[in-house]
């Protein structure tokens, strides 16, 4: 009876739930999905990590290259991050070229490195105007279930705190670069944006970390970035029914105190993968 109820009347289903103060998978409205992180188990890429949010799933390869600086930005490395939403994760996505909601995505994680100051572009230069880094980020998503801006940017941050890349000196008499492959640093990370996505039922219930049912079924989304001193990074709003200031200040909150959560994730996951090594 409920899996018909649920199949004809979707939208009648999560009201009947959400009158209770509650939603189908049994969280509470401002409740995030349990959040696992594995960190570095990408063997081939310069760093990694893996993130469950409930179902949704993402895993993010580090690909350090070396490159000639921009002519505008001579000092500068630069990071290049692309989401990938495959057929495999999702009946929704098709083959071919990047669908519009991965583009989006992308968009939103490069405003996001852009706004936070996570990676300084000039701690990237090796040698100014002749040599620097670019990172490439590749953000996968293996398995779909709602809420990918917030799992992509845990995996990214952690994937780039487990990132190290080979030392490089310029040889004086050839003006070839050489590298270290033995010798690596750490990059240096100087905050960690981490996001709280919203949805909006019936233009006035929030609910936090909503699942692929729960975001087909919204009036409005919405992304709250937040860095480990409280400051607001970005606010991420495609259209949607308009938010009182006092519903935005809500999920500032939340965001803040969820921030310090997932900072608190990466650091345990980061000193347990440092004792096994």
């Known amino acids: 009876m409920a899996a018909g109820f649920k199949t004809a009347e979707p939208l009648e289903y999560h009201r009947s739930f959400l009158k209770e103060n509650c939603r189908p998978d049994g969280r509470e409205l401002s409740e995030f999905r349990t959040t696992t992180l594995n960190i570095g188990s990408i063997s081939t890429a310069d760093g990694s990590a893996l993130v469950k949010m409930g179902n949704t799933t993402i895993i993010c390869g580090i690909k350090a290259e070396l490159t000639n600086p921009t002519a505008d930005a001579p000092g500068k490395g630069y990071i290049v991050p692309n989401v990938d939403l495959p057929p495999l994760c999702s009946s929704r996505f098709r083959p071919g070229p990047p669908g519009e909601q991965a583009q989006a995505a992308s968009q939103f994680i490069a405003d996001v490195i852009e706004s936070s ?11 100014r105007g002749k040599l620097c880094w670019v990172l490439y980020c590749d953000l996968m998503c293996l398995d779909y279930d709602g809420n990918i801006l917030d799992a992509c940017l845990i995996a990214l941050l952690a994937a780039l705190r487990n990132t190290q890349l080979p030392e490089v000196g310029i040889n004086k008499e050839t003006c070839l670069p050489e590298v270290d492959l033995e010798k690596r640093q750490k990059l240096h990370i100087h905050k960690h944006p981490v996001g709280a996505s919203f949805c909006v039922f019936d233009d006035s219930i929030l609910i936090v970390d909503p699942t692929d049912e729960e975001e087909n079924l919204a009036t409005a989304h919405l ?5 480990e001193d409280g400051r607001l990074c970005s606010v991420h709003k495609p259209g949607g029914t308009p938010l009182s200031g006092e519903k935005l200040q809500e999920c500032i909150n939340r965001a803040t105190a969820r921030q310090r959560e997932i900072h608190k994730l990466i650091d345990k996951v ?8």
């Open 117 to 127: 100051d996570l990676i300084k572009a000039e701690d990237l230069c090796v040698d």
């Open 223 to 227: 992304t709250v970035v937040t860095d």
């Open 270 to 277: 980061l000193d347990s993968v440092k004792t096994t090594q």
